[in-house]
């Protein structure tokens, strides 16, 4: 077991300084529960590694997406820390390979199932939260987060929104997205373009940047972020 919590540390790039902290955020409840002497378990870790990892997501993805809308990430955020998501992570870890486990679910196979492995994971951030402290967790998290919020960013808009309202609008509706120029402000050094992006005389979004090009991507960010694509919101009038 030693072995494997050192390399454990090892994969996300901490060490603890209370390997207490880490052994309780892999006992499942099942296990302490059979042991004769009191045994602390991780459902007290998970309670807190839930909201450091919300935290810790929302301000990425808030950072490294300034075109997304709120409703945007809001979803990616919650794609990411999903139970499925959590516990994608987790195999990649191997965190089934160190659950401490009672016997009952030791013989259900409990190191693979997805809701102990997910609690586990946040266990783990809870731990290292109370171990290092916020900037520790925020650099594992970083870590080995960044992946998968990047794929669930990219899955949902690419990494070219034009090109993604294009092809959606035109799989769903057979039509073409309508960039207008609506406004030009600032000083000719410093000129703000706003553009609006229509579909069947639809208006679906607005944006505004320092280039025709970057404000149409802005507005197609916000269509794509908003109910569009049913067929009632186009069509019908």
Known sequence: MLKYLEELQRIIGYTFDNLGLLNQALTHKSFSNEQSEFVLHNERLEFLGDAVLELVVSDWIFSHYPDIPEGGLTRIRAEVVSEKGLSAIARQLQLGHGLRLGKGEEKTGGSDKSSLLADALEALLGAIYCDGGFVAANKVIS???????????????????????????????????????????????????????????????????????????????????????KKDTIEND
């Not at 799989?171 to 309508?178: C, K, N, R, T, V």
């Not at 120029?181 to 992006?197: A, T």
């Open 143 to 229: 870590g080995i987060f960044s992946d998968a919020i990047e794929k669930s960013a990219l899955l949902r808009y690419g990494s070219d929104y034009k090109t993604c309202l294009q092809e959606r609008l035109q799989a769903q509706f057979g039509h073409l997205p309508e960039y207008t120029l609506v406004k030009v402000s600032g000083p000719d050094h410093e000129r703000i373009f706003s553009m609006e992006v229509h579909s069947c005389g639809k208006l679906l979004g607005k944006g505004s940047g320092t280039s025709k090009k970057n404000a149409e991507q802005k507005a197609a960010a916000v269509a794509l972020d908003h109910a569009i694509f």
